[in-house]
């Protein structure tokens, strides 16, 4: 399986945990210092979005993938992931978005691992 590839499974995996709230899976996919910007400009530490994942301030229920952009420079990557989710956000009722996320990557010991991620509609 190519590098691409590998990144392009680690954006499905990430959704999939989300939407089931497996906090160990989503940590596993993260750098130690993965930070996340939501659409409000909001930039979260992965601790802090994983408590309120976990709390119920965000909610996920399905996410359909319709693009996902891979480049990689070395051991840096970067990707653009656009999908369909329906989700509940601070305490608001179920919405369909067209969320993307801009994600930057790195290669620790051998793995891919999120850094950062910026989130926007498309």
């Given amino acids: 399986m190519g590098e691409e590839v590998k990144i392009s499974e680690l954006y499905k995996d990430y959704w999939d945990y989300m939407i089931e ?3 160990e899976g989503l940590r ?3 750098a ?3 930070s996340l910007y939501h659409m409000t400009g909001v930039k979260q530490s992965a601790d802090e979005f994983l408590k ?3 709390n119920g ?3 996920y229920y399905s996410a ?3 693009d996902i952009i891979v480049r990689i420079r070395g051991d840096e990557a970067t990707m653009i992931g656009k999908s369909r989710v329906v ?6 009722g179920r919405n369909k978005w067209r969320l993307q996320g801009d994600f930057t990557l790195k290669k620790e010991n051998g793995n891919w691992k999120f850094t950062s991620s910026k989130a926007s509609t498309y």
Wanted: without cysteine; negative net charge; charged residues 25%.
């Fill in 32 to 34: 130690s210092d993965y």
């Fill in 57 to 59: 301030t965000f909610n």
């Fill in 64 to 66: 359909e993938h319709d």
């Fill in 52 to 54: 309120e994942l976990k």
């Fill in 28 to 30: 596993n996919l993260m």
């Fill in 87 to 92: 989700a509940a956000v601070y305490g608001g």
């Fill in 21 to 23: 709230k497996n906090i």
